[in-house]
């Protein structure tokens, strides 16, 4: 469980994030939603420690101690080839091989096994990223946008891909996303932020079907499923 007291979080003394009292539980899918600016990235960076709250803080209990697999919006790829690159962060090595051919297998991208990481296309990169965070097999995996990039076709890969981690393993995942449908598809919770702040919360279907805030149904305005 994952729970946000208080959180605050300016940047050249604009508050970009403020948060009373915000709960993840174990196991779920949440997506976090909202216009550009709204503080998506801040809030996943400010759990994942990449940042800090200027107040407030953010509680943790779980199996092991705070250490969760983080996606950033712009993946980095090593300068090797791309099972290496997901093989690098796998503990046993014993079965890194077979995991890594497993997890490439999953983002459909066997293909490419032997190509260098770093000439790999924006949505190829992020398919390759993702599949190096969830070799980790960690507790807690936050993605920021894993799918901007990836075309229509291969999406569902991506998506299958997290439930089933988060089914097999009980991963809980935070996943922030400008797409509703992708929420639908894969959130037990939507999160919609407006200028920092949590504006609606609910089981996503619900929640875009009959927005409360004017806020919530503007941003779903133009959207269509
Ligand atoms: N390091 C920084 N320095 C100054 N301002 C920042 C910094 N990081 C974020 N911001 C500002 O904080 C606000 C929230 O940014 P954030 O990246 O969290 O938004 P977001 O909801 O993820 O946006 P997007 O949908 O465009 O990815 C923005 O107005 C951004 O300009």
Not at 54 to 69: C, P, Q
Not at 162 to 168: H, P, Q
Request: charged share 30%; aromatic share 8%.
């Amino acid at each position: 469980m994952i729970c946000l007291k208080e959180i605050k979080k300016s940047y050249n003394g604009r508050i970009v994030l403020d948060i009373d009292d915000l709960l993840f539980e174990r196991g779920k899918i949440y997506a976090v939603l909202g216009p550009n600016g709204s503080g998506k990235s801040t809030l996943v960076k400010i759990i994942k420690g990449i940042e800090k709250p200027d107040s407030g803080e953010v509680l943790y209990t779980g199996k092991k101690e705070m250490d969760f697999a983080y996606l950033p919006q712009k993946p980095y790829m090593f300068n090797f080839s791309v099972l290496k690159n997901i093989m690098m962060g796998i503990a046993n090595k014993d079965d890194a091989l077979k995991k890594a051919k497993d997890a490439l297998k999953q983002v459909g991208l066997e293909n490419l096994k032997e190509a260098r990481a770093c000439s790999l296309s924006g949505g190829e990169a992020q398919r390759v990223a993702t599949a190096r965070i969830l070799v980790l097999d960690k507790e807690v995996v936050l993605l920021d946008e894993p799918a901007a990039a990836v075309d229509v076709s291969s999406i569902h890969l991506v998506e299958n891909y997290i439930k089933k981690a988060n089914k097999e393993n009980k991963t809980t995942f935070i996943i922030t996303t400008h797409n509703p449908s992708q929420a639908i598809r894969l959130a037990d919770e939507a999160i919609f932020l407006f200028e920092g702040r949590v504006y609606e919360r609910g089981e996503p279907e619900k929640l875009f079907k009959n927005p409360e805030k004017s806020e919530t149904i503007s941003f779903l305005a133009n959207w269509r499923i």
